[in-house]
Every structure is written in C-alpha cells, then in structure tokens.
C-alpha cells in the first residue's frame, strides 16, 4: 500500500504538499494516476523546459491574485521580498541572472495559469513527460512511506 506517513497540506507559499509534487515531478516515471486524482485532477504533463535565471526569478517574483507563490522542487530555493526575487540557490549554490536552469513544469502553467506570469525566455528541452498525477504516483510508490516535505523552500519576507 502507498501512503504518507502523515498529513501533506498546501499553504500560501506551497508548502509541503506543493513542494511534494514538485520533487516528484523531478523525479517522473510512468505508473497509473488512480490514487493521486484527488491532489491532480487535470492530469497535465510534466515537461523539461530552459530558462535563463532573470527570467525564472521574474515569473517567481509574480504571485498569483490569491498571494500564492511557485513552489519548486527539492533543489531550488528562492526569497520574494518587495516584489523580487532577492535570492535563489540552485543545490546551495547563487543562480546568475544567465545562467540557464532547466525546469520540469506543465504547458499550462508555462502559459500563465491560475494568474501566474506567462514565462517568458522558455524553451523547450522535451516534451510528452508522463501527467503530472503519474509523477506523483511514482514517487509515492518509489519511496513510500513518503514524510512531508519541510515547506521551507520559499521564504516570502
């Protein structure tokens, strides 16, 4: 049976449940969508996409309507202060302004979605990744039991 091994929320700044489907889209393999349709129920794929660090920290420094922010995967970490990303770490290390970062993200979300930033400077590196409740379903299933992520890879001053 997979399960977490406790109650996986989201919040404002993505928080553990949001950070959760971010690591598991980093980590996508195929396997079935039945468990996790409640958490995804569009079914998106989860494609690679590049971006230069301005433009990534522009479309970060945007929330949506509702103040809810981008939540990013296990290896990035980033601060929003005063409408700008102020710092953003790529596995510990300061992402340069040309540095370009490759990106697991949906089309939809990539077009400007739930009032996000369309992102602009993107390109793509591959497309037909398995949906987004795949990604989801194979991390449950390759590390179950899964623990809630930390929630503490935005910082919003």
Do not use: C
């Amino acid at each position: 049976m997979d399960e977490t091994s406790e109650p996986i929320v989201r919040t404002p700044t993505g928080g553990p449940l949001a950070e959760l489907v971010a690591d598991a889209n980093l980590d996508a393999g195929p396997v079935t969508y039945e468990e996790v349709f409640a958490t995804l129920p569009a079914g998106f794929a989860v494609d690679v996409w590049a971006i230069p660090g301005a433009a990534l920290k522009s479309v970060l420094a945007h929330p949506n309507a509702q103040g809810w922010v981008l939540t990013p995967s296990s290896s990035l970490r980033y601060t929003l202060e005063g409408g700008a990303v102020t710092e953003m770490t790529l596995n510990g290390v300061p992402v340069t302004d040309d540095q370009v970062i490759e990106i697991a993200a949906n089309y939809i979300l990539v077009g400007g979605y739930e009032g996000f930033p369309r992102w602009r400077g993107v390109t793509s590196v591959y497309r037909g990744g398995p949906d987004d409740r795949g990604a989801l379903a194979t991390y449950l299933v390759k590390d179950s039991p899964v623990g809630a992520p930390a929630g503490d890879r935005v910082t919003v001053r």
